[in-house]
């Protein structure tokens, strides 16, 4: 059974910093990308910020020279570096993982979420 642990999240006021980590362990083979998603409070689930297998990057346009997504493949380890972190960040914050399950198939893994708030 894969399962995708999630930490690093909290409460911080604006400008602050914080950096998530997710975890996968279990039934997953191959990783082929990694990726953070956010949802804020009505809102949708949103794209923040995704890392290849060979460390290609993307990021919402919301985010993009405040935050950065790396990973560590012996870890099998996804990190969110947050700076300048602003209220409208404030969400909860999932991994993404594709990987091949124990069939040898691609499927899509997520982390149960971790709540990040900014605020004075």
């Known amino acids: 059974q894969a399962q995708l642990v999630e930490s690093g999240g909290g409460l911080v006021q604006p400008g602050g910093s914080l950096r998530l980590s997710c975890a996968a362990s279990?039934?997953?083979?191959?990783?082929?990308?990694m990726a953070w998603y956010r949802q804020a409070p009505g809102k949708s689930r949103e794209l923040v910020a995704i890392?290849?297998?060979?460390?290609?990057?993307h990021y919402a346009d919301s985010v993009k020279g405040r935050f950065t997504i790396s990973r560590d493949n012996a870890k099998n380890t996804v990190y969110l570096q947050m700076n300048s972190l602003k209220p409208e960040d404030t969400a909860v914050y999932y991994c993404?993982?594709?990987?091949?399950?124990?069939?040898?198939?691609?499927?899509?893994?997520w982390g149960r979420g971790t709540q990040v708030t900014v605020s004075s």
């Open positions: 993404k993982i594709v990987g091949n399950n124990q069939y040898g198939l691609p499927s899509d893994y």
């Open positions: 890392i290849s297998n060979d460390g290609d990057t």
């Open positions: 279990g039934s997953i083979f191959s990783i082929y990308v």
